[in-house]
Structure formats: C-alpha cells, structure tokens
Nanobody, 121 residues
C-alpha cells in the first residue's frame, strides 16, 4: 500500500502563486509516475500534471501549461506542484496520485491522497 498526503492549499489572490506538496509513504517502489489532479464539485477530476519518479519527462494539461511546474524529491518521497498567475478558475480540490505508467487518466491511478483545497479569489 501507498499513502499520499497533500499540503499547501489555502486561499490565494488571483495572480498569486501556490506550492503544493505531496509526501508518499509505504510501498513507494510500486509506482513509476506521480501526478496532480484537481476537481470541482459536479465536474470530472482533471489531470493537470504528471512526471516519472525516475526521470525528467513531464506532462501538463493545457489549462496549466506555461504557468506550472511539477517537481519531485525522491530522497524525501515528495512531489510538488508550483502554479503561478493563479485564476479563480483554478479553485478546486487538488489531489496527488501515483500510477504504474505514464498517464493523466485518473482511472489509471492506483493511489490517491485526501486532497487539499485551493481557493483563488
């Protein structure tokens, strides 16, 4: 089993920056990809960024590309998401997740954190 715990959410002014963190524990050798997702009530969960745990390949959804960076610190079993130029449309619950292969389809992710709320006003 893998446990994922997100932190760093909160209320941010439009145009500002946030940095989310996700710490993994347990069988951290059981996945190869970690990603960030977000969800607004009544809408599908959206994959916004993903990267290999053992390499530099990264993927960003169009909605965040150019203003987001997904990074990792394997020594700390941690994943980060930095987003700038925040907009009210970025308001959502943000989740980190882990998958065995490179994908942004939430159905392919096996492990999920509990989420951290981000509100942009």
């Amino acid at each position: 089993q893998v446990q994922l715990v997100e932190s760093g959410g909160g209320s941010v002014q439009a145009g500002g920056t946030l940095r989310l963190s996700c710490v993994a524990s347990g069988r951290t050798d059981s996945y190869n990809v970690m990603g960030w997702f977000r969800q607004v009530p009544g809408k599908e969960r959206e994959g916004i960024a993903a990267r290999y745990t053992g390499g530099d390949s990264q993927y960003y959804a169009a909605s965040v590309k150019g203003r987001s960076t997904i990074s990792r610190d394997n020594a700390k079993n941690s994943l980060y998401l930095e987003m700038n130029s925040l907009k009210p449309d970025d308001t959502a619950m943000y989740y980190c997740a882990a998958a065995p292969f490179y994908t942004l389809n939430p159905r392919d992710y096996d492990y999920w954190g509990q989420g951290t709320q981000v509100t942009v006003s």
